[in-house]
């Protein structure tokens, strides 16, 4: 029976252009296959300037689209130019050909394959481990000039401007100005009897009138480090993480010099605290200063033995406008906290829970036969029953199936969890393993919280609005409070 819904796939790893002429060839030879073939086209599915060599870790979201559809049943058949076009990988290409057995649509190139034998599909398998070696091959030369020009003293030309550096000369050309800002910040670090820190020169470099690169915001000692960090600055070329040696090109810092700030940087550097990085409370992140617009800080503190929570705007916190925060604003955080999980709750009441979808295929059984296959297989072939050749040939069909049958027991959980059925018993759970969860169910409700401030020796609560709420889907400047 011929396909009636038959999804075109087209893809090209480089693009440099953006015309996509690529595609649009591949794209008509398919369509003239499927006009001989007598096969009706339902869709086409485009992946323009993608790479799925070996190398590649860049996810191909239309590729994965169209396989789904296969699977749904969308479509009953895919057509591509030719196999390289579909993937570079040979594992892929295997799943593939597994899928297209599992789900039964048809599959042809305007090259003439057919997977309807076994002949047929040995020929492709073939063709896909010539293309996975090609794409090898073509790696292993790209690696090697790399190499080279590294070896030569010819720094990596890609990634971000570094301070420093002219924009676009590939960090051939520097910037005098930012060059003598970058050796006077290293003569501070160097002075014994200054004992300047990175903060004196952020504090030196916007006294300056210098913006950071990328976002020409004032300095913080965060940004400073990263430009002192930076193995550009001091000449030092490195491939894949080695050290290669000196560029020939100019640049801020010697190796030496460079080395002596990493010795400095190092020496003044603590440890983090075990569970750093955790998010402690709530609603860290979602509070505004209501004056200057940066992001204000939660943390505990200690006043006249009164231990408690405040939220703040910090002086050293870039605001929206790129300058440091005001520090004008200094609240209490427990009135604003019980404020914000009303209207959360509130609003939680207010929907219908989800229907949970109905049970998914259960796939445990199948997975535990073809582990148990496995352990059998091999222990046959290690007593001497089976050839290697027909060993490996058996595992790898049985290790391609078990993830198939992996991948697709995930999806259901995947889908499972989508459906939650009731939001406000996992917010109204206020353990701290909940937290992320929490702040997961916040962010559907509340976009960001404007906080003002409520001057000093205030002892009756605060007015309700001394906080502005943007709920979710309004504008910034259409808050509700």
Known sequence: ?????????????????????????????????????GWGIHKVYPENDTSASTTSRKKRAVYAEMLRDARDGVIDGIVVYSIDRLTRRITELTNFLEEQKEHGFAFATTEGEDTSTANGRMILTIKGAVAQQETERMAERVNNSLLQRRE???????????????????????????VELIRDGYRMLMDPELRATPGDVARAWNEHG????????????????????????GGIVTHKGQDIGDSIYPHPLTREEWENVQAILDGRSKPAAQGAGKRKHLYSGFLKCGNCGSTMRVQWATIQGRTFRRTFC??????????FGCGKVNRS???????LDEVVEAALRQRSPKPREAASEDLSGQIKVTEERIRGLRSRWKEGQLDDEDYFDSLQHLRNNLQSLRSREAASVVRASRTE?????????????????????????????????????????????????????????????
């Open 421 to 481: 059925t009731d939001a406000l018993t996992v917010w109204l759970d206020q353990s701290e393993q909940n937290l992320e969860r929490r702040r997961a169910i916040a962010a559907t409700v509340i976009k960001q919280v404007a906080v003002y401030s409520v001057g000093k020796g205030r002892r009756r609560p605060p007015e309700l609005d001394s906080i502005s709420i943007t709920p979710v889907g309004a504008d910034s400047d259409d808050p509700e409070a």
């Open 314 to 323: 910090h002086s050293g916190q870039v605001g929206v406008n790129g300058e």
């Open 152 to 178: 030569q003293g010819k720094p990596h030309a890609g990634g971000p401007r570094v301070f420093g550096f002219e924009p676009g000369s590939t960090f051939q050309r520097v910037v005098p100005e930012e």
């Open 210 to 233: 210098a913006k950071s690169v990328g976002t020409q915001t004032v300095w913080t000692i965060q940004k400073v480090k990263r430009v002192y960090r930076s193995e550009r600055v």
């Open 333 to 339: 955080f427990a009135w604003i906290e019980e404020r």
């Open 1 to 37: 029976m011929k396909p009636r819904r038959v999804g075109i796939y087209v893809r090209i790893s480089k693009d440099r252009k953006g015309k996509e002429l690529g595609i649009q060839r591949q794209e008509k030879a398919c369509r003239e296959l499927c006009d001989r073939m």
